[in-house]
């Protein structure tokens, strides 16, 4: 049987896989690709806890989904996501870099002129599956920002590791711990 974390989250439970880290940590692997039923409960959710905003943004790409069914179950229909690559359709690009938690190299999001005229003057609330380190919040502020646009809120279903649960300045669903190898192993 394989050891994995149990997570309840907007009334739903999942078991979720370990994955190393580095240097003696792990993560517990949330993935909301795939699983409709736990992004529209989890989309529900959050809605009742952001702040005030006139549209949405999130990085690329494990937040998608999540950008996807709120802006769906708001009315609005729309959303904006930081690129990671600029595309050949894109002109007018806006740049800011991130280092995740997740990623091993550093990355650029990227979101072109048209989504930046968007944002400008607005209201924007940043949203992401998992909130860990921050860092790619703070790389999809500094985008709203340089748009024009004034940060509304910042939400995830998950703020994980004690440093993103004890921020008062994100809007979360659930806690998800760090964990070391010996709480993994089950020692």
């Not at 703070?138 to 995830?156: I, N």
Request: glycine share 10%; hydrophobic share 40%; with cysteine.
């Amino acid at each position: 049987m394989e050891n994995t974390y149990t997570l309840q989250v907007a009334g739903l439970t999942r078991k979720l896989r370990y994955f190393p880290l580095g240097n003696g940590l792990y993560i517990a692997g949330f993935v909301m690709f795939g699983d409709i039923e736990l992004t529209e409960r989890c989309a529900g959710e959050l809605h009742k806890i952001c702040p005030p905003y006139d549209i949405l943004i999130t990085a690329e790409s494990k937040g998608i989904p999540l950008a996807y069914e709120m802006a769906k179950q708001r009315g609005d229909g729309t959303y904006l996501v930081a690129r990671k690559q600029k595309k050949l359709y894109m002109s007018g690009v806006i740049s800011a870099d991130v280092q995740s938690i997740t990623t091993a190299a550093r990355q650029t999001l990227h979101i072109d002129g048209e989504d930046a005229e968007k944002i400008k003057g607005r209201r924007v609330l940043i949203v992401d599956d998992v909130i860990s380190t921050g860092e790619s919040v703070l790389a999809v502020e500094r985008l709203v920002e340089m748009a024009g646009g004034t940060v509304a809120g910042r939400a995830a279903v998950l703020a994980e590791g004690r440093d993103a649960i004890a921020r008062e300045d994100i809007a979360y669903l659930a806690p998800l711990p760090l964990f070391t190898q010996a709480e993994v192993m089950g020692k």
